[in-house]
């Protein structure tokens, strides 16, 4: 009679001590999937929790900002632009040359300097002279005639804007009468 008791004792007994330990160490492995599904859920969670309406000022702001990156953006896609022979961003001629006399041209001042001015080949070998010698422009080394006959060829005296020349064989004179 004991003989067939103990067993079956044992047996409930370990049975019991084996659902114990086995809810334990599930709350621990729960306990720890937890955890790391927190750790790794971390930042969505905090989102979550701090998910806000946007003001209308902060709206306004947003706005603001992806305006300026679109006028930004569409600058860029102008940069180097040209529409009747003139390239938009510098005013200057378009030229197979025109990123040589960009770069030695308008690093000190604005281009509308160069191309308001007008000369002779010569006229503006004396104004780089001048700048040479009193404003701290490099030597152009070979890129100079490259430069001079730019220069030469679309700033010429002939091509300003000057009067034309008077017709005096048909000009009405009359004469100023001073009191
Ligand atoms: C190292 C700087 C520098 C560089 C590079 C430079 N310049 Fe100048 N330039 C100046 C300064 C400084 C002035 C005087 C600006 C002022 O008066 O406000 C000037 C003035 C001028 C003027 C006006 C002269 C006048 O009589 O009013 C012209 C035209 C000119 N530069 C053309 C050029 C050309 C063309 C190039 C390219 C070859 C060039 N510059 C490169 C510094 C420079």
């Known amino acids: 009679m004991e003989n067939q008791n103990r067993p079956s004792f044992w047996s409930g007994f370990m049975s019991t001590n084996w659902s114990i330990l086995i ?3 599930s709350v621990f492995v729960g306990a720890i999937i937890i955890c790391f599904g927190y750790l790794f859920l ?3 969670i905090q989102k ?3 998910k806000k309406e946007l003001t209308p000022a902060q709206l306004e702001k947003l706005t603001q900002r992806a305006e300026q990156r679109i006028s930004i953006a569409a600058e860029e896609a102008n940069w180097d632009k040209v529409v009747d ?3 938009l961003r510098t005013g ?3 030229d197979p040359n025109l990123q040589t006399i960009i770069s030695a041209c308008t690093s000190c001042h604005s281009s509308k300097l160069v191309t308001q ?3 002779t080949r010569e006229g503006w070998e004396t104004m780089i002279r001048w700048m040479q010698a009193t404003q701290g422009l490099q030597d152009l080394g070979d890129s100079e005639p490259v430069i ?3 220069l030469a060829k679309y700033y010429a005296p002939k091509a300003t804007g000057r009067r034309a020349q008077l017709d005096l064989a048909n000009i009405e004179w009359y004469i100023l009468e001073l009191e």
Do not use: M, P, S, V
Request: glycine letters at 4%; a negative charge.
């Open 92 to 94: 200057f001629h378009a």
């Open 23 to 25: 809810t334990i160490l």
């Open 148 to 150: 001079l006959d730019y």
């Open 48 to 50: 979550h929790l701090q």
């Open 117 to 119: 001015n007008r000369a």
């Open 85 to 87: 022979g003139i390239h």
């Open 42 to 44: 971390e930042d969505d």
